[in-house]
């Protein structure tokens, strides 16, 4: 049964400091991996969506790595601003074909 | 584009009563995935519809049932409530299926008391 772990639970940092979130998975055999944020009481946001054959993708601040035999994820993000704080997530959906399974996330903090 | 809409946002419900939340996806999106997201258990998949036909099932009991119509909107329905239905209850859409990438909406907070 495939299972998604994030640590740590909870990150405090100060703003302009460069961070990195973790994501692992018992399983290697998945489709895809997805990092999403989500703010208090609301939905999610979908940040990037790294493929099984990618190692990497990039968006603005955020460079997000797959290590799919080692069954690990990080997502990078450079220069943090109090605007990122929030809930990180990442999610990953097996070969198997069923839906996405979720880790239980990063609460990020970021001080001006 | 306009996002996944869901209404209503908040609702408030007593113990043995039914309840109907409803999803719109992304236009031209098929795919329509439900989650019940808790403190404690986090993110958990209830079921997955494209083009109005249940694909994907997850570990929740027949109380909870979903559909969905010739226009991709969805809707779900948990019957007779319990205090532990009370969540955050989240729907994704998707252009093909569970594969392709995931968006979700503002989620409809649902409280049983």
């Known amino acids: 049964k495939q299972e998604v772990t994030q640590i740590p639970a909870a990150l405090s940092v100060p703003e302009g400091e460069n961070l990195v979130l973790n994501c692992s998975f018992t399983?290697?055999?998945?489709?895809?991996l997805q990092w999403f944020r989500q703010d208090p009481g609301k939905g999610l946001t979908s940040l990037l969506l790294?493929?099984?054959?990618?190692r990497e993708q990039t968006s603005g601040r955020l460079n997000a790595s797959l290590d799919k035999s080692s069954g690990r994820s990080t997502l990078y993000i450079a220069a943090s601003q109090p605007g990122d704080s929030a809930t990180y997530l990442c999610?990953?959906?097996?070969?198997?074909?069923?839906?996405?399974?979720f880790g239980k996330g990063t609460t990020l903090s970021v001080s001006s | 584009k306009a996002g996944v809409t869901q209404t209503p946002r908040y609702l408030i419900k007593t113990r043995g009563q039914q309840v109907t939340l409803s999803c719109s996806p992304i236009?031209?999106?098929?795919?329509v995935s439900w989650y019940q997201q808790t403190p404690g258990q986090g993110l958990q998949f209830l079921f997955e519809?494209?083009?109005?036909?249940?694909?994907n099932k997850g570990n929740f009991p027949g109380r909870f049932s979903g559909r969905q119509f010739s226009n991709s909107r969805s809707e779900m329905n948990v019957s007779t409530l319990e205090l532990g239905d009370s969540a955050l209850y989240l729907c994704?859409?998707?252009?093909?299926?569970?594969?392709?990438?995931?968006?979700f909406g503002p989620g409809t907070r649902l409280t049983v008391t």
């Open positions: 994704a859409s998707s252009s093909r299926d569970w594969l392709s990438e995931q968006y």
């Open positions: 399983d290697s055999a998945i489709y895809n």
């Open positions: 790294i493929q099984s054959s990618q």
């Open positions: 999610a990953v959906t097996n070969q198997a074909g069923t839906a996405l399974i």
């Open positions: 236009s031209g999106h098929r795919s």
């Open positions: 519809y494209f083009s109005e036909t249940q694909r």
